[in-house]
């Protein structure tokens, strides 16, 4: 939305580098939700929504406390539900805030071929330009988290922005605020990193959670929004929280090696056709020339 | 004749106005397609979809335009399969095919209604089509392919863009040999009709069927 006061890092469909990339003069920013003290009151969902300028959209029963099935175009923050059956713990009621990650690496950004329609800037905000957009849907084959979403009506893909729109004015995002337990924290990412980690090791030596950990997944250079969970070794348990979330290697394939593939086999058979015809020229047929030997029947 | 199509004395009927409608239906949007596709397919070409009325425009009316051509594809297919079969003679024109590319046509055999090249190109674009078709309904509605079906939306990345950089491949040929390598060949599509001289040179035995009998063109390669 809002590009006020943010260095741009990368421009998805951009012919050319970015106008000072790599220059870092910010900090990169850092969400951290902490799965183990949420209460699923849907205080951020609501925050979100009206931060965002939405209405409340029609909730669709699913046997759980959960609003909705997943995140949609205009319900960019879903807190999901989940059962979980623990051996050591019982019944578990997992809750866990589903949003927008904002990837180091986003596949979103990679698999976009419209200019300037996602931006990732340098304090890590992945966020969609929708003046930019053309309802390709790209993003939403790209993404590893399911989080784009296509608007029917704008014929344009939607998601969180992290609220940068106040995050450039010094505030936290709108869920941050509304959170009434704390387990929502916006910070620096070595902050959050060091607060989440802090977390884990309690639940671990004095909450008997033995595989607590931090979600914050390498295969795309991790995110800047984390979680705390109480078994880090499952994250699918969270609402299908994916273990090892990676840009698709076909998006992966498709941009570097078939791209270029591609543009040596179409400019070099032009150049090829050129060569031929400087070569042989075209295919003479003159009437009377129809003595030579073999042609026609 | 067909009374569709004047042919000028000297001259003879190689593609009927339904034959010729459909080609140039896939013609022109095949070459919208192609350009729209193209803009999508590096950011260096994305000034293209400026060029046909911008990014959101290019990319709607790509998959509208996109049944357009499957639909003149499938009216090919329904006009010529029966004549695109690869017959013996296909083969040993394919065994000539460096005298073909050197223009030394007095070394390659005369074919039927259709050589081997033009067999390819059909072929090569019905396939070709009929998957573009597949993975482009997957890229135009991502939201209607379930996330646990998600790998449908993998292949079908990859799948539309390897299979139009070979179509762009059969075209860019396809319009070589018709603009500028054979004479003759684009009135044929234009205006009908072709030369008896070209006729025979390049399609004597189907030259010689229709010769006798103009009803049977369309029945045998």
Not at chain 1, 68 to 91: A, C
Request: proline share 6%.
């Amino acid at each position: 939305m809002s590009s006020a006061g943010f260095e741009i890092r990368a421009i998805s469909g951009h012919a050319g580098p970015v106008p000072g990339a790599g220059l870092k003069r910010e900090f990169e920013v850092c969400k951290l939700i902490d799965t183990t003290t949420c209460i699923g009151c849907k205080a951020c969902e609501v925050a979100c929504l009206e931060w965002n300028g939405y209405s409340f959209s029609e909730t669709k029963f699913d046997n759980s406390y959960q609003t909705m099935p997943e995140t949609s175009w205009n319900y960019w923050n879903l807190i999901k539900f989940n059962e979980h059956e623990d051996p050591d713990h019982g019944l578990m009621l997992l809750m866990r805030k589903d949003q927008c990650m904002h990837c180091e690496e986003p596949g979103c950004l990679a698999a976009c071929p419209a200019d300037n329609a996602i931006v990732q800037y340098v304090n890590g905000i992945v966020d969609f330009q929708q003046e930019h957009c053309i309802g390709c849907g790209y993003c939403i084959s790209g993404c590893p988290f399911n989080i784009p979403k296509f608007s029917p009506d704008a014929r344009k893909v939607f998601k969180c922005t992290l609220c940068v729109d106040r995050v450039s004015e010094g505030l936290e995002p709108a869920c941050i605020k509304a959170c009434p337990t704390g387990c929502l924290h916006f910070g620096t990412k070595p902050e959050m990193k060091e607060l989440a980690e802090t977390r884990a090791e309690q639940l671990r030596e004095h909450s008997g959670f033995a595989n607590a950990g931090v979600y914050d997944p390498a295969g795309i250079s991790g995110t800047h929004v984390i979680y705390v969970l109480h078994d880090a070794s499952n994250p699918e348990n969270y609402g299908g929280l994916p273990s090892n979330p990676r840009i698709p290697w076909t998006v992966q394939l498709w941009k570097h090696p078939l791209k270029w593939i591609g543009n040596l086999a179409i400019v070099g058979g032009l150049l090829g056709l050129v060569v031929h015809y400087l070569r042989f020229g075209p295919k003479t047929l003159e009437e009377d020339k129809q003595k030579k030997p073999g042609a026609g029947q | 004749m067909s009374e569709d199509t004047r042919v000028p004395p000297g001259n003879v009927l190689r593609y009927s106005f339904p034959e010729r409608l459909v080609h140039w239906l896939a013609g022109f949007s095949y070459v919208y397609l192609m350009l729209t596709g193209l803009a999508f397919w590096s950011p260096w070409l994305f000034w293209l979809a400026f060029a046909l009325g911008g990014g959101t425009i290019s990319r709607e009316l790509h998959s509208w335009v996109g049944l357009i051509f499957v639909v003149a594809v499938l009216l090919m297919f329904r006009m010529w399969h029966r004549q695109m079969h690869e017959t013996a003679v296909d083969k040993e024109w394919w065994d000539a095919i460096p005298h073909y590319i050197r223009n030394e046509d007095e070394y390659v055999p005369t074919v039927g209604r259709f050589n081997g090249g033009q067999k390819l190109l059909f072929w090569g674009f019905l396939w070709c089509g009929l998957f573009l078709l597949l993975s482009g309904l997957i890229l135009w509605f991502p939201n209607w392919v379930p996330w646990n079906l998600r790998y449908l939306r993998y292949i079908a990345v990859i799948v539309h863009p390897s299979l139009a950089l070979i179509t762009i491949g059969l075209f860019i040929i396809h319009v070589y040999m018709g603009l500028a390598m054979e004479r003759g060949a684009l009135i044929s599509m234009t205006r009908g009709y072709v030369t008896i001289a070209f006729a025979k040179r390049y399609h004597g035995l189907w030259y010689n069927r229709v010769a006798d009998d103009p009803s049977a063109k369309n029945e045998t390669p």
